[in-house]
């Protein structure tokens, strides 16, 4: 599976951004998808997951009431949709994709094989 980020860009605290995630290949409706960030300086972290059959969505404890993820598998694609943008929020944004992954590890980088390219998010205060 390949993955393309897309989306990111410059936006004002209190903004909005959509990432968008595609993916290649006739099987992704079988993937669980992902979104991490890395900001500058720090490790990357798990934003948000979805299930291949999109029924299950898990959320950073930060973003939870802001960011929402969802999922086209007509379109072999993942959205982030990011609303009240916070300065903290700016970061490489990065999805990956897993046919393995559990609930247990649905927040791991390890539990994701496949990686997009990252689209950076560039928050201003």
């Known amino acids: 599976v390949q993955l393309q980020a897309s989306g990111g860009g410059l936006v004002q605290a209190g903004g909005s951004l959509r990432l968008s995630c595609t993916a290649s290949?006739?099987?992704?409706?079988?993937?669980?998808m992902a979104w991490f960030r890395q900001a500058p300086g720090k490790e990357r972290e798990f934003v948000a997951a979805?299930?291949?059959?999109?029924?299950?969505?898990y959320l950073r404890e930060s973003v939870k009431g802001r960011f929402s993820t969802s999922r086209d598998n007509a379109k072999n694609s993942v959205y982030l949709q990011m609303n009240s943008l916070k300065a903290e929020d700016t970061a490489v944004y990065y999805c990956?994709?897993?046919?393995?992954?559990?609930?247990?590890?649905?927040?791991?980088?390890?539990?994701?094989?496949?990686w997009g390219q990252g689209t950076l998010v560039t928050v201003s205060s």
């Open positions: 290949g006739r099987t992704f409706s079988r993937y669980s």
């Open positions: 990956a994709a897993s046919s393995t992954v559990i609930l247990s590890n649905i927040r791991s980088e390890s539990a994701y094989a496949y």
């Open positions: 979805i299930r291949s059959s999109g029924g299950h969505v």
